[in-house]
């Protein structure tokens, strides 16, 4: 399974509620997937994974509830009142199928929509055309690393403010080093366990969200 250990095949099973065989063929699926074309793995996904029941917080507020990881935003209007599920998106970049497959449902099990890149040139493109909460990025990665791309967005004014959290199996002094100097929020070394990534994004959705 590639940088995941057995442990954390056997967590992600669990919080995603699937056999631990569904998701290693749901990741040797992924794997086959040319990574010029990103359509499969939307499609893929959307057709074979659910996610559970949305719960709405207080109307008249947009806040990321204590109990849900979505934002609910109410409007009245003569006396009729609409309510907006807005949910955080969430970027991930990660050139290993295993391991974004396992990132990516987590995270919308979690109640986060998210959008894929599978290397560096993908996850540039991502962030110059949809507007993100949260950046979720492995170090080494084709074309453009996940330094070059943390550098870049702290360049650009519309996504300098965004968070960004490492996810790499680079655990070096000198990697996390250049993550604080690229401009990255925080740093989670693989293999992980799925508490630390959950803790570690609603901490970062958080801190955004004081700004």
Wanted: include cysteine; charge should be positive.
């Amino acid at each position: 399974m590639g940088d995941l250990t057995f442990l954390a095949l056997e967590e992600a099973a669990e919080i995603l509620q699937v056999p631990k065989r569904i998701l290693i063929r749901r990741i040797i699926e992924q794997r086959k997937v040319p990574a010029a074309n990103p359509d499969p793995i939307e499609a893929e996904r959307k057709d074979c994974w659910k996610h559970p029941p949305i719960t709405t917080t207080k109307t008249g507020d947009l806040r990321i509830g204590a109990n849900s990881n979505q934002s609910t935003l109410t409007k009245t209007n003569g006396g009729d009142s609409k309510t907006a599920i807005l949910k955080p998106k969430i970027l991930v970049g990660d050139d290993h199928p295993d391991s974004r497959v396992i990132i990516v449902l987590s995270l919308e099990r979690w109640g986060y929509e998210v959008v894929e890149a599978r290397d560096g040139k993908e996850a540039m493109a991502q962030i110059g055309s949809v507007d993100f909460n949260l950046a979720v990025l492995d170090i080494a990665m084709p074309f453009k690393s996940g330094l070059d791309v943390a550098r870049s967005m702290r360049t650009n004014p519309k996504t300098k403010d965004i968070p960004i959290l490492a996810v790499t199996a680079l655990d070096t002094a000198k990697i996390r080093k250049s993550c604080k100097e690229a401009g990255f929020n925080d740093f989670l070394s693989k293999p992980f366990l799925m508490a630390d990534l959950k803790s570690k994004v609603e901490t970062l959705l958080g801190q955004s969200k004081r700004k």
